[in-house]
T-cell receptor
Framework: AQSVTQPDIHITVSEGASLELRCNYS??????LFWYVQSPGQGLQLLLK??????LVQGIKGFEAEFKRSQSSFNLRKPSVHWSDAAEYFC????????????FGTGTRLTVIP | EAGVAQSPRYKIIEKRQSVAFWCNPI?????LYWYQQILGQGPKLLIQ????????DSQLPKDRFSAERLKGVDSTLKIQPAKLEDSAVYLC???????????FGEGSWLTVV
């Protein structure tokens, strides 16, 4: 069965500090992997995605993520966090074949302190 | 390019009442999804349409939830009668045929009191 685990419910970082949000997945086939961000009262915005090829993918707003098949992980990183990055971050996994819906983790809430 | 449009954005109803949410996907997107996001959780798929046919509705509580996409474009999700546990954000999303990137609307926030 497919599942996504985001072990950190809430993370607090100082503005300008680096950030890493963890994501582990369990999937029966080769997955597509996504990170979405949700600001308060808003829908989900796609940050980045991994389908194949280079395991380090770049996204919007200076985010990047690295796919590690051996660890079943797809961690999100940013070298220097801005106050506007405060939001909820969701990792999701989808199928490469068949119905392409997404399975989401429970999210990590990011607080940025000045 | 216009994004996924949803309405109403916010709705408060009493339990046992009914409510309907409307969604207009990105133009040309064949696949439309309805997700339910309960506070503190990740979104969960309720139903997926490919054009006007249902691909997956295994997680839709069919005794109270219904959804339709009659002309293969916009869609309506209905809840009747509502329960307190239906309080959630209902996210509509769409993707192009054969595409694997799903684009979300801003959501319809439902509070059942």
């Amino acid at each position: 069965a497919q599942s996504v685990t985001q072990p950190d419910i809430h993370i607090t970082v100082s503005e300008g500090a680096s950030l890493e949000l963890r994501c582990n997945y369990s999937y029966g086939a080769t997955p597509y992997l996504f990170w979405y961000v949700q600001s308060p009262g808003q829908g989900l915005q796609l940050l980045l995605k991994y389908f194949s090829g280079d395991t380090l993918v770049q996204g919007i707003k200076g985010f990047e993520a690295e796919f590690k098949r051996s660890q079943s992980s797809f961690n999100l990183r940013k070298p220097s966090v801005h106050w506007s990055d405060a939001a909820e971050y969701f990792c999701a996994v989808g199928a490469q074949t068949g119905a392409n819906n997404l399975f989401f983790g429970t999210g990590t809430r990011l607080t940025v302190i000045p | 390019e216009a994004g996924v449009a949803q309405s109403p954005r916010y709705k408060i109803i009493e339990k046992r009442q009914s409510v309907a949410f409307w969604c207009n996907p990105i133009s040309g997107h064949a696949t439309l999804y309805w997700y339910q996001q309960i506070l503190g959780q990740g979104p969960k798929l309720l139903i997926q349409f490919q054009n006007n046919g249902v691909v997956d509705d295994s997680q839709l509580p069919k005794d109270r939830f219904s959804a339709e996409r009659l002309k293969g474009v916009d869609s309506t999700l209905k809840i009747q009668p509502a329960k307190l546990e239906d309080s959630a954000v209902y996210l509509c999303a769409s993707s192009p045929a054969g595409g694997n990137t799903i684009y979300f609307g801003e959501g319809s926030w439902l509070t059942v009191v």
